[in-house]
């Protein structure tokens, strides 16, 4: 058969009438505007335009910044898609024609071209900001509008109309011409770079002028932000050099916590505002966050509708592709020469309906991933958002209510590990449990349009079955709840265990605290059963209700139907239930004075005053020093004066005198710095704890350190000041903690100095030298006010002022020759004790004197004593390695995890999996095999009765096997997490000190927190999930293969796409993974750090650095974690694609089976698209690799 342009007939090249009345000419003339523009920006493509591409320099060739950048990328790919109608349209018309018109598809072919250039042609103008050459677009689309526009009229005039398919593609494209006609000249009114004199100046948004910034979601195109192609470069470095904090740079602005803090800050003020007239009201913060992140929500749920909408095209293409495996209209070689072609000619082809199916598909999956991004990025907005309040709060507790109980650090780690974790995933469901009424409504009408009156059974099904799953949701709830708060109170006792280890090792107590943690356990574990019994139920209902809605389906319909079940009807209606099987689920898934106290009564919140009558004053730049019994509430009365207790009654007074001693400045004013009698110290070098993030003076550095006697003491540390000691220094000794936490108090210039009892921890000689140069010498001569509690009575008299307590109030206040004058009897009793302390020190220093005499050999038996502990120490190291590095998982950790649970449980999952897969297998392949036989032979009640019974013996035997495999997944979970916890509470409380030295609490408590959560509640659905869609896979492959044995040759090419993308993304996820661990675990020990050093923070009135320290820590993780949701899109926007076109082929080659053999072709139709619909494994193969990196650190 010859090829033409216009075709044989020569009637074909007739222009007696006009040339414009020939409809091959019309389609030639609509060549001219794609040749134009394929002329014109090919060279500008190629050649470039050197050093005129821009006048504006960033760092990242992204800068999008016309008018309307979305709008024409969204009409320019709805173009697309027309054009490819178009052609489809001008091929299937040209086949049923006797010769070849190529003008029925050329021109398409290369508008289509023209399309995807132009829109190539625009990324690479507006990034390099040169907007003159936009001209040759807007040319292009008003010569293309033109063009379509005369076609158009011609085709009316020859009386064609909205019933031809070809009209209505060239309306269509005419529109699309417009509105980008329109587009183009709004970016020539805006930017004023041609027609104009004065151009607009435009400058790049601050982000991407800040070369940290590398998280490019928000600032790339379209097509990028659709197929995250701005990721490329990072999952393919990455298999180079591993990701670190710098490759991933830092947060955009309006990503960052304190952007988001302030933005829920303000819609939480004004719904406060709203309720201020009314006093029985409080304000909403579940309306705080509407207003806050309400837009980012609408936009995910509106393409969470679009994808569920595009989602039906599945089981409506189904039905026409194995409809016309029976009734295929082109078996016999049909030609006519009807010059138009209806839409539903064009749609009867089963390849028209793989290109529809697959562009289809194709669309779903992208709304459904934009959806799963905007609200994973809006749930992690809100979770910055929310850690900032929750450590507002924090900085803002009393005292009292730590040290009462009333808030403990483990409730702290909870809160910022898991629940505001919870309320991010809550948010990331928001759109799924509002498309589900969609969904259903959806399915439920279809399923009526395929079966008729039969489906409604189907449907009265899940219908009635929904309350069980409400009923079982609720439960669910509630089991999660009762679970949180028994782990609450575990991780209560852990955290007490953990604080007083060394005390519990030395009296060897560990077992009996361990028994403690473990009752606790067992009730929690109690309640873990009780919600593994409500996930397997759920489970199973999920499973299950499709199964007997389907049963209940067709077998109404094979006796009370009188028309005979056919494949397209049977296949379609299985995919439309597949696609109900999510909304199922989802419903089960929620003076001159410095300081002056006057008439105070101060309590630790239990409304009784622990000091009463309180009436002192503190002079401004002396030394006053508070003395008392033990108990008698010296160091309250400093934590009253701080704010740190509740005040029943009376005022602390802070001095606001301009007239400051010389050495005050206005920065210092009302500054405090405090010394707690409980030594805190940050997990950081020994610089940084004294220094406190003031500036570093080395002349001051150096005077402070020497009035605290440290010198000798860091010269012994290995790196010096440059040390790391632990989160609360317990590599260190007690008295070189108080030493450190005195000398970071010195160090700060404050006007106000507050020390409690800072001789507690040091010998004599320690405490003499501490005052003399320290106190009396460093902070006097500085004219600082001090305040100092102290037992040490033969320091009162270099006392400026004195405060003696009792039973907590104050006994006498003055200087010592007013107490000797007033108190006599007082004054004897401390004379007396202090003739005591005296007598003490001259022992101490007779002992130390004896010691000298020996300093050899003291020095060389220290050395020995030192090099055994090192021994020890190096045996021991390898424990504190392994919870400090995230390593590579090895598969030995996945087997000890499942024979954790059992090797029973762990065959009887393995066995019933399959058992259940297969028997699903037999379902389908039962039901193709009743349609194909039925329908061809047409046999009577017989055979039909044999069809049901086995097709219901079938689905009763998949029910209850659903009910074994999810009791069995569960069970072997929950014996798994029992085991596990009780091997890592051992391992823990039985290791060495030095475990305890250099490990931070935080990181010690993350493992009984949130990897305790991950693996009691979140690995055993996971796994479930896993093996579901891994069988579900291999299930498919084989049934297509048995189908069509030709898709082996499809699936060789599938396989290596797959290798080489799970190759890539697995190293990237592995680094990004690491990275979102372990910038979560500073966040969690800075929360904790927080928490235990409340007051020293606010003496100090470092509130503000500690809450920027903590902004910093919560983008550092976000950042981490937004990464790794990008590349968790990545890859199943690749795989999904590469399915979906595997898939289109498995369709065509369904039309090679023979007639007989229809269903067998239709199930493999069927399980490629189930496939599709379950995202492969790939996604929960990266969600169980995520749970198990928690897990290795527990199994270690």
């Known amino acids: 058969m010859s090829l033409s342009f216009c075709g044989n007939n020569i009637s074909s090249?007739?222009?007696?009438?006009?040339?414009?009345?020939?409809?091959?000419?019309?389609?030639?003339?609509?060549?001219?505007?794609?040749?134009?523009?394929?002329?014109?920006?090919?060279?500008?493509?190629?050649?470039?335009?050197?050093?005129?591409?821009?006048?504006?320099?960033?760092?990242?060739?992204?800068?999008?910044?016309?008018?309307?950048?979305?709008?024409?990328?969204?009409?320019?790919?709805?173009?697309?898609?027309?054009?490819?109608?178009?052609?489809?349209?001008?091929?299937?018309?040209?086949?049923?024609?006797?010769?070849?018109?190529?003008?029925?598809?050329?021109?398409?072919?290369?508008?289509?071209?023209?399309?995807?250039?132009?829109?190539?042609?625009?990324?690479?103008?507006?990034?390099?900001?040169?907007?003159?050459?936009?001209?040759?677009?807007?040319?292009?689309?008003?010569?293309a509008f033109i063009t379509k526009t005369i076609k158009l009229v011609k085709y009316w005039q020859s009386g064609w109309g909205v019933s031809d398919l070809r009209f209505c593609i060239t309306g269509i494209m005419v529109i699309l011409n417009g509105l980008l006609m329109a587009v183009e000249i709004n970016v020539i009114r805006v930017r004023r770079y041609v027609f104009f004199m004065n151009p607009q100046k435009v400058k790049p948004p601050e982000d991407l002028q800040d070369l940290g910034v590398r998280f490019l979601q928000p600032f790339v195109n379209l097509l990028s932000k659709a197929t995250y192609w701005w990721m490329n470069t990072l999952i393919i470095s990455a298999h180079k050099k591993p990701i670190d904090l710098k490759a991933i740079g830092k947060l955009p602005i309006a990503m960052r916590a304190v952007t988001n803090y302030v933005c829920l800050k303000e819609a939480y003020e004004e719904q406060k505002k709203k309720v201020a007239d009314y006093p029985n009201r409080t304000p909403s913060i579940w309306l705080a966050m509407y207003r806050a992140f309400g837009r980012p929500i609408l936009l995910s749920s509106?393409?969470?509708?679009?994808?569920?909408?595009?989602?039906?095209?599945?089981?409506?293409?189904?039905?026409?592709?194995?409809?016309?495996?029976?009734?295929?209209?082109?078996?016999?070689?049909?030609?006519?020469?009807?010059?138009?072609?209806?839409?539903?000619?064009?749609?009867?082809?089963?390849?028209?309906?793989?290109?529809?199916?697959?562009?289809?598909?194709?669309?779903?999956?992208?709304?459904?991933?934009?959806?799963?991004?905007?609200?994973?990025?809006?749930?992690?907005?809100?979770?910055?958002?929310?850690?900032?309040?929750?450590?507002?709060?924090?900085?803002?507790?009393?005292?009292?209510?730590?040290s009462m109980g009333e808030m403990t650090l483990g409730q702290i780690n909870n809160l910022v590990a898991i629940e505001t974790n919870q309320l991010m995933w809550f948010l990331f469901l928001c759109p799924n449990l509002w498309a589900m009424p969609v969904q259903i409504i959806m399915g439920v009408i279809l399923l009526y349009n395929l079966l008729g009156s039969s489906a409604l059974v189907g449907a009265?099904?899940?219908?009635?079955?929904?309350?069980?799953?409400?009923?079982?949701?609720?439960?669910?709830?509630?089991?999660?709840?009762?679970?949180?708060?028994?782990?609450?109170?575990?991780?209560?006792?852990?955290?007490?265990?953990?604080?007083?280890?060394?005390?519990?090792?030395?009296?060897?107590?560990?077992h009996i605290f361990c028994k403690s943690v473990e009752e606790t356990r067992m009730k929690e574990l109690?309640?873990?059963?009780?919600?593994?019994?409500?996930?397997?139920?759920?489970?199973?209902?999920?499973?299950?209700?499709?199964?007997?809605?389907?049963?209940?389906?067709?077998?109404?319909?094979?006796?009370?139907?009188?028309n005979n079940l056919k494949p397209a009807e049977a296949f379609a209606s299985l995919s439309l239930f597949h696609i109900l099987v999510t909304p199922l689920f989802l419903l089960s898934t929620v003076v001159r004075f410095a300081v002056k106290v006057t008439n105070g009564y101060f309590s630790w919140g239990s409304g009784l005053a622990t000091l009463s009558n309180i009436d002192i004053r503190i002079p401004t730049g002396q030394l006053t020093m508070v003395v008392g019994q033990v108990g008698c509430g010296k160091s309250s009365l400093l934590?009253?004066?701080?704010?740190?207790?509740?005040?029943?009654?009376?005022?602390?007074?802070?001095?606001?005198?301009k007239s400051q001693p010389r050495f005050f400045s206005l920065s210092r004013l009302y500054s405090v710095a405090y010394a707690a009698q409980k030594p805190w110290l940050l997990n950081a070098t020994v610089e940084e704890n004294i220094t406190f993030g003031s500036p570093f003076n080395k002349q001051r550095y150096k005077a402070v350190t020497d009035a605290c006697s440290l010198q000798p003491d860091i010269d012994l540390l290995p790196f010096g000041d440059q040390t790391?000691?632990?989160?609360?220094?317990?590599?260190?000794?007690?008295?070189?903690?108080?030493?450190?936490?005195?000398?970071?108090?010195?160090?700060?210039?404050?006007?106000?100095?507050?020390?409690?009892?800072?001789?507690?921890?040091?010998?004599?000689?320690?405490?003499?030298?501490?005052?003399?140069?320290?106190?009396?010498?460093?902070?006097?001569?500085?004219?600082?006010?001090?305040?100092?509690?102290?037992?040490?009575?033969?320091?009162?008299t270099h006392a400026d002022w004195i405060i003696a307590m009792k039973d907590g109030t104050v006994l006498r206040e003055g200087t010592l020759k007013d107490i000797q004058t007033k108190d006599v009897e007082l004054y004897e009793h401390w004379k007396t004790l202090m003739n005591r302390q005296d007598q003490e020190l001259e022992k101490v220093i007779r002992k130390t004197l004896r010691r000298a005499m020996y300093s050899r050999e003291a020095k060389a038996q220290l050395e020995d004593e030192d090099e055994e502990e090192e021994e020890e120490e190096d045996e021991d190291d390898n424990m504190s390695t392994v919870m400090r590095l995230r390593?590579?998982?090895?598969?030995?950790?996945?087997?000890?995890?499942?024979?954790?649970?059992?090797?029973?449980?762990?065959?009887?999952?393995?066995?019933?999996?399959?058992?259940?897969?297969?028997?699903?297998?037999?379902?389908?392949?039962?039901?193709?095999?009743?349609?194909?036989?039925?329908?061809?032979?047409?046999?009577?009640k017989a055979d039909q009765t044999y069809y049901v019974a086995g097709f219901s013996i079938l689905c009763g035997a998949g029910i209850f096997l659903c009910l074994v495999t999810s009791l069995t997944v569960e069970w072997m979970g929950l014996t798994a997490a029992k085991n596990l916890h009780h091997n890592l509470l051992n391992k823990i409380i039985l290791g060495p000190i030095r475990f305890f030295d250099t490990t931070p609490l935080g990181l010690i408590l993350n493992r009984f927190s949130a990897d305790t959560n991950i693996i009691d509640q979140h690995i055993p659905p996971t796994l479930e999930s896993l093996t579901r869609s891994t069988l579900l896979c291999l299930s498919a492959i084989g049934m297509i293969s048995y189908a069509t044995p030709v898709f082996l040759v499809a699936l060789v090419p599938l396989g290596v796409a797959f290798y080489f993308i799970q190759?890539?993304?697995?190293?990237?996820?592995?680094?990004?993974?690491?990275?979102?661990?372990?910038?979560?675990?500073?966040?969690?020990?800075?929360?904790?750090?927080?928490?235990?050093?409340?007051?020293?923070?606010?003496?100090?009135?470092?509130?503000?650095?500690?809450?920027?320290?903590?902004?910093?820590?919560?983008?550092?993780?976000?950042?981490?974690?937004?990464?790794?949701?990008?590349?968790?899109?990545?890859?199943?926007?690749?795989?999904?694609?590469?399915?979906?076109?595997?898939?289109?082929?498995?369709?065509?080659?369904?039309?090679?089976?023979?007639?007989?053999?229809?269903?067998?072709?239709?199930?493999?139709?069927?399980?490629?698209?189930?496939?599709?619909?379950?995202?492969?494994?790939?996604?929960?193969?990266c969600c169980q690799s995520s749970s198990l990196f928690s897990l290795e650190e527990d199994c270690h």
Not at 639 to 644: C, F, S, T, Y
């Open 724 to 796: 790391e000691i632990g989160e609360r220094g317990i590599n260190l000794s007690g008295g070189q903690r108080q030493r450190i936490c005195v000398a970071r108090a010195l160090y700060q210039n404050t006007n106000i100095v507050l020390l409690d009892d800072p001789f507690s921890a040091l010998d004599i000689h320690l405490s003499d030298h501490l005052m003399q140069e320290g106190i009396l010498k460093f902070l006097q001569d500085d004219k600082r006010t001090l305040v100092l509690v102290t037992h040490k009575l033969q320091y009162l």
């Open 302 to 402: 509106t393409f969470r509708y679009l994808a569920d909408l595009l989602g039906f095209a599945g089981p409506l293409c189904i039905s026409g592709i194995v409809q016309l495996l029976y009734h295929y209209w082109g078996e016999a070689d049909i030609f006519t020469t009807s010059e138009t072609l209806s839409s539903k000619e064009f749609l009867e082809n089963s390849y028209v309906l793989a290109v529809l199916l697959f562009l289809a598909l194709i669309l779903q999956r992208t709304f459904l991933q934009a959806s799963y991004y905007v609200t994973i990025e809006t749930g992690i907005n809100l979770r910055g958002a929310l850690l900032a309040m929750i450590y507002n709060k924090i900085l803002r507790l009393s005292t009292s209510n730590l």
């Open 1063 to 1181: 190759k890539y993304f697995r190293v990237a996820s592995k680094d990004l993974q690491e990275l979102d661990d372990t910038t979560q675990l500073p966040l969690l020990c800075h929360f904790s750090e927080t928490a235990e050093g409340l007051t020293t923070i606010r003496a100090f009135r470092h509130e503000t650095r500690f809450k920027q320290r903590m902004l910093e820590l919560t983008d550092t993780n976000n950042i981490a974690y937004l990464f790794l949701s990008a590349a968790n899109r990545w890859l199943e926007v690749r795989t999904v694609r590469s399915s979906h076109d595997f898939e289109m082929e498995a369709q065509q080659k369904g039309g090679l089976v023979q007639r007989g053999s229809q269903g067998k072709g239709a199930l493999s139709v069927l399980f490629f698209f189930c496939v599709c619909e379950e995202d492969w494994p790939r996604a929960n193969i």
């Open 13 to 143: 090249y007739n222009i007696y009438d006009g040339v414009l009345q020939n409809p091959c000419f019309v389609d030639a003339l609509n060549l001219v505007p794609h040749v134009f523009l394929l002329f014109i920006t090919f060279p500008i493509l190629f050649i470039g335009w050197g050093s005129q591409s821009s006048k504006v320099q960033i760092h990242h060739n992204t800068w999008l910044h016309f008018p309307g950048h979305n709008l024409r990328w969204i009409l320019t790919f709805a173009l697309l898609f027309v054009h490819v109608c178009e052609i489809a349209e001008g091929i299937v018309s040209d086949s049923r024609r006797e010769s070849r018109h190529l003008h029925l598809f050329m021109p398409a072919v290369m508008g289509f071209v023209a399309t995807t250039t132009s829109i190539v042609y625009y990324h690479n103008i507006e990034t390099s900001n040169f907007p003159k050459l936009l001209l040759a677009l807007f040319l292009y689309w008003v010569m």
């Open 526 to 562: 109690s309640s873990l059963k009780t919600f593994a019994l409500y996930t397997s139920l759920s489970i199973f209902m999920n499973a299950a209700i499709p199964i007997a809605a389907v049963l209940a389906t067709f077998v109404t319909h094979a006796y009370a139907s009188g």
């Open 639 to 657: 934590l009253a004066i701080l704010g740190e207790m509740q005040t029943l009654e009376g005022k602390v007074h802070w001095s606001n005198s």
């Open 887 to 940: 390593t590579k998982m090895p598969w030995r950790t996945c087997w000890r995890y499942l024979t954790s649970g059992g090797f029973f449980l762990l065959f009887l999952m393995i066995f019933s999996k399959l058992l259940k897969h297969s028997v699903i297998v037999a379902i389908d392949y039962w039901l193709a095999t009743w349609t194909s036989e039925y329908s061809i032979n047409n046999t009577g």
């Open 460 to 510: 009265a099904v899940i219908v009635l079955l929904a309350p069980i799953q409400y009923f079982i949701a609720t439960k669910l709830a509630e089991a999660q709840k009762s679970t949180l708060d028994y782990s609450t109170e575990r991780l209560k006792k852990t955290n007490e265990i953990l604080k007083g280890i060394k005390l519990l090792k030395l009296y060897a107590w560990e």
